[in-house]
């Protein structure tokens, strides 16, 4: 049997988790990480804060460590949190006077995007935090960059209980959005099929954010506003850039 080279053959790929990321980013120039509910929502609104993040695999006694290590404030598990603390929900962050609690920077430990990200960091491409609220500003400012190299997208997914890879559906309809805004040449199969989903909810994508799995999930633990944070296509202008570790907003960079 021959064997495949999977979407190499494309300027444009799209997968999804972890596996998915090794699978189709070595060799890319950008890859633009997607986990809508909610690394990447969350990760948005904290660079729409001028906060920096370092996205971290684990949250235990290791992530504890390195927050402090950093002077960093450390995202605490929903059902934990107490006041002025931030979790993985946005809304912690809007919640938060940031000025009096001091916080300008963050650990944001989640075990998909953030995951992702970090597992990301060391192979030679640029990654960039995508969301529903920033997909278009981050698509431009990926198009303006990577001339004729290739770029690939991950949807983070989320996690059956035996710890397998459930696809989500807003992350494949986050990844759409920002393909949407990058030149249609050189799109593997997988890619047009993500632009595709997303035209066909575009029109009633908080509606339907609010039905998916992971949306009901939310609303049903009293995460309503999560949802809510997370449908606002088009709200952000910031574009969360992953450099020497840390999240950052690379909007204001010249081009190169």
């Known amino acids: ?17 972890p596996v998915g990321a090794d699978a189709v980013a ?19 609104v904290a660079v729409e804060q001028g906060i920096r993040v370092l996205p971290y695999r684990w949250r235990d006694d290791s992530a504890v460590a390195v927050a402090r290590r950093h002077g960093a404030a450390l995202a605490v598990l929903r059902s934990q949190a107490g006041p002025g603390q931030i ?49 278009a500003a981050a698509a431009g400012w990926v198009r303006r960059r990577c001339g004729d190299r ?8 989320e996690r059956w209980p035996d710890g397998s890879l459930r696809p989500a559906i807003e992350d494949l309809w986050g990844a ?11 799109f593997s199969p997988e890619a047009a099929t993500a632009v595709a989903a997303y035209r066909g909810v575009a029109d009633r ?12 999930e ?7 506003g999560d949802v809510t944070v997370a449908a606002a296509v088009g709200a952000s202008e910031v574009v969360p850039v992953l450099r020497s570790g840390w999240f950052v907003d690379g909007g204001s960079e010249s081009e190169t």
């Open 176 to 186: 759409g959005a920002f393909l949407d805004g990058l030149a249609p040449e050189g």
């Open 87 to 135: 979790t993985l929900s946005p809304e912690s962050i809007l919640r938060t006077d940031l000025k009096a609690a001091r916080i300008d920077r963050l650990v944001l430990p989640s075990p998909n995007g953030s995951a992702i990200s970090a597992r990301l960091a060391d192979a030679g491409a640029t990654v960039v935090g995508v969301s529903l609220r920033n997909a």
């Open 150 to 157: 290739p770029v690939a997208v991950i949807a983070a997914g």
């Open 26 to 44: 070595p060799e890319v120039a950008f890859v633009a990480v997607v986990d809508v509910l909610s690394f990447t929502t969350t990760l948005t």
């Open 1 to 17: 049997m021959k064997t495949s080279d999977g979407q190499g053959g494309y300027r444009v790929r799209f997968d999804w988790g």
């Open 205 to 216: 994508v908080t509606d339907e954010l609010a039905e998916s799995v992971s949306g009901r």
């Open 218 to 224: 939310l609303r049903n633990n009293g995460f309503e």
